[in-house]
C-alpha cells in the first residue's frame, strides 16, 4: 500500500510531513487542490472528512496528529500496532530516552529529570502497541528521581525495568544511532533487565 499525505491546513501539513521525513517514510503528496479520486487502496492522512474504497484513511487534529501518523505508519507495514514498544531512559545529565518499536528507533529525545517521565507517558500514549516495556539505566545522577516520578500518579501502562548499563554507551550500529547519548538509551531499551517493584504494570517478561 501506499501512504498518501492530503491536508488542508498548512500548519499541520507541515507538522505531519516533517515527522514522516524524519522517519524515513516513503509518501506522495497530490499537486490537485482537491482529492484525487485515484487514491483507492492508500493509506490516506489528511484532515477533511473522506473515504477510500479498500484503503484507510487516518484523519488528523491539532490534538492527535501524532498518534494518526503512527497508526498511518503502522499501517503502512501492515499492523494494527506494534508488538513491542521498548523505551530506554539514560539517566544522565539530562536524561536521554529513545523509543523502540518492533526493532526500529521512533522516537528519541532529552528532558529534564522532573519531565522525562511525562515524556514518556506522552509516547506510550503516541505509539500504537501490544506490550510496553520501560527500562532505566542503573546508573546516572537521576536514577532515583525518574522512579519516583514513575510511581506518581496514574500507574504507568509498562512493565519498568532497572538496566545494568555497563557498555550500553557503545553506537548501535544495528538500528544505525551514531550519537552516543542515543546509543546508549536504544542500549539500554534493548537489554533485559529487573523488574521495579510497584512501579508501572506487573507482568510476565
Known amino acids: 500500500?501506499?501512504?498518501?499525505?492530503?491536508?488542508?491546513?498548512?500548519?499541520?501539513?507541515?507538522?505531519?510531513?516533517?515527522e514522516l521525513r524524519r522517519r524515513g517514510a516513503a509518501f506522495t503528496v497530490p499537486r490537485e487542490p482537491s482529492l484525487p479520486k485515484d487514491i483507492s487502496g492508500a493509506i490516506l492522512l489528511t484532515d477533511v472528512d473522506v473515504q477510500v474504497d479498500d484503503g484507510r484513511v487516518f484523519r488528523v487534529t491539532p490534538d492527535?496528529?501524532?498518534?494518526?501518523?503512527?497508526?498511518?505508519?503502522?499501517?503502512?507495514?501492515g499492523?494494527?500496532?506494534?508488538?513491542?514498544?521498548l523505551v530506554g531512559v539514560d539517566p544522565g545529565e539530562p536524561p536521554i530516552y529513545a523509543v523502540v518499536a518492533d526493532g526500529e528507533l521512533v522516537a528519541h529525545g532529552a528532558a529534564d529529570p522532573e519531565r522525562v517521565v511525562d515524556e514518556i507517558r506522552r509516547l506510550l500514549?503516541?505509539?500504537?502497541?501490544?506490550?510496553?516495556?520501560?527500562?532505566?539505566?542503573?546508573?546516572?545522577?537521576?536514577?532515583?528521581?525518574?522512579?519516583?516520578?514513575?510511581?506518581a500518579g496514574e500507574p504507568l501502562p509498562a512493565r519498568v525495568e532497572l538496566v545494568d548499563e555497563r557498555g550500553t554507551s557503545k553506537r548501535n550500529l544495528r538500528l544505525q544511532v551514531k550519537d552516543r547519548d542515543v546509543a546508549s538509551a536504544v542500549n539500554i531499551a534493548l537489554r533485559r533487565g529487573v523488574w521495579v517493584e510497584g512501579v508501572g504494570k506487573v507482568e510476565d517478561s
Not at 492527535?64 to 507495514?77: K, Q
Not at 499492523?79 to 514498544?85: N, P, Q, V
Open 1 to 18: 500500500m501506499r501512504l498518501v499525505v492530503f491536508i488542508e491546513d498548512p500548519r499541520m501539513f507541515r507538522r505531519v510531513v516533517e
Open 64 to 77: 492527535d496528529w501524532e498518534r494518526r501518523v503512527e497508526e498511518a505508519l503502522c499501517a503502512l507495514r
Open 79 to 85: 499492523k494494527t500496532a506494534y508488538h513491542e514498544l
Open 125 to 151: 500514549e503516541r505509539v500504537p502497541h501490544m506490550r510496553a516495556v520501560v527500562r532505566i539505566g542503573d546508573s546516572g545522577p537521576n536514577v532515583d528521581t525518574i522512579i519516583e516520578q514513575l510511581a
